[in-house]
């Protein structure tokens, strides 16, 4: 969808690490219309299921609250279970006639897996539980492998490294980063 010629509200770069028992999930601040910076600050992050399950999203913002309500009484229906939620609302994505023209990504985690959520009924889980979306993912992929392959840095220092290192590189990107750890 555009709006008078741009790409609607975007959100950009999530990044999640699981690591031992732990796992941190961490996403950049800014919103761009088009090519314009339209804030900085964004929560790209939460927990959900009594602070269980960390999700965060890429894509149209608006996209992507529609979904996190969503995932969220999914959730609540399945009893917290990440995959039979995660299943549940993909199919729901991919096959209602409103849900299916959403334009947005899901990182899903709790501290047994990490799942990326499509709405065109992929649910991935990375082999190295690292899951990363958005216009940085990339990049926060490659530095977030580096660092769990070659430091010793628990999985939020992980996630915050990889994220300052996106943002110097991604114009869609910037340093202002929350991270949540379960």
């Known amino acids: 969808m555009k709006m008078n010629g741009t790409r609607p509200f ?8 699981k690591k031992g028992n732990s796992v941190a ?3 950049d601040g800014q919103v761009t219309l088009g090519e314009t910076v339209m804030k900085e600050k964004a929560m790209k992050v939460r927990k959900l299921y009594d602070d269980s399950i960390l999700v965060g999203f890429a894509g149209a913002a608006a996209d ?3 979904l996190f309500d969503k995932f969220e009484k999914t959730l609540e229906q399945f009893h917290g279970n990440l995959y039979r939620s995660a299943v549940e609302l993909a199919k729901e994505w991919r096959t209602d006639k409103y849900l299916r023209r959403l334009e947005a990504l899901l990182a899903v985690a709790d501290k047994k897996s990490a799942l990326v959520i499509s709405g065109t009924g992929d649910i991935i889980e990375p082999d190295d539980n690292i ?3 958005g216009s940085g993912g990339p990049y926060a992929l490659a530095a977030a492998r580096a660092l769990l392959q070659h430091t010793n840095l628990d999985a939020a220092s992980i996630v915050k490294e990889a994220l300052e290192i996106t943002a110097k590189i991604c114009i869609y990107t910037n ?3 929350t991270i949540e750890e379960l």
């Open 25 to 27: 999930m961490g996403g």
């Open 10 to 17: 975007r959100s950009t770069t999530i990044l999640g690490v």
């Open 131 to 133: 899951v990363a979306i």
């Open 64 to 66: 992507a609250f529609t």
């Open 175 to 177: 340093a202002r980063i």
